[in-house]
Nanobody, 115 residues
Framework: VQLQASGGGLVQPGGSLRLSCAAS????????MDWYRQAPGQEREWVAR????????TYYANSVKGRFTISRETAQNTVLQMNSLRPEDTAAYYC?????????WGLGTQVTVSS
């Protein structure tokens, strides 16, 4: 499974960004899709998850609940809609896929929230 994240950028506090994660390869083996983030000098933090079940059950970290929405646009593309962004949301964002055998990671996309 190969993952490619995109959509990061610079945004003012209160603004919105839409991150996309394009998956290719053996996507049929994917169980969950997650977004993580890592700020400089900090550990990687889990942000959101969407399951591969037909309902696409979603889960969120408390820090982003009510502001971020994860969704599956297509079988290959997972989206993280980020609204009401705060300076503390500044980080490199990574998409990750858990399959039946291992976890895969894509390269990060930088999100900077600053006035």
């Amino acid at each position: 499974v190969q993952l490619q994240a995109s959509g990061g950028g610079l945004v003012q506090p209160g603004g919105s960004l839409r991150l996309s994660c394009a998956a290719s390869g053996s996507i049929i083996t994917i169980i969950n899709m997650d977004w993580y983030r890592q700020a400089p000098g900090q550990e990687r933090e889990w942000v959101a998850r969407i399951g591969s079940d037909i309902d696409g059950t979603t889960y969120y970290a408390n820090s982003v609940k009510g502001r971020f929405t994860i969704s599956r646009e297509t079988a290959q593309n997972t989206v993280l809609q980020m609204n009401s962004l705060r300076p503390e949301d500044t980080a490199a964002y990574y998409c990750s896929a858990r399959s039946t055998v291992r976890r895969y990671w894509g390269l990060g996309t930088q999100v900077t929230v600053s006035s």
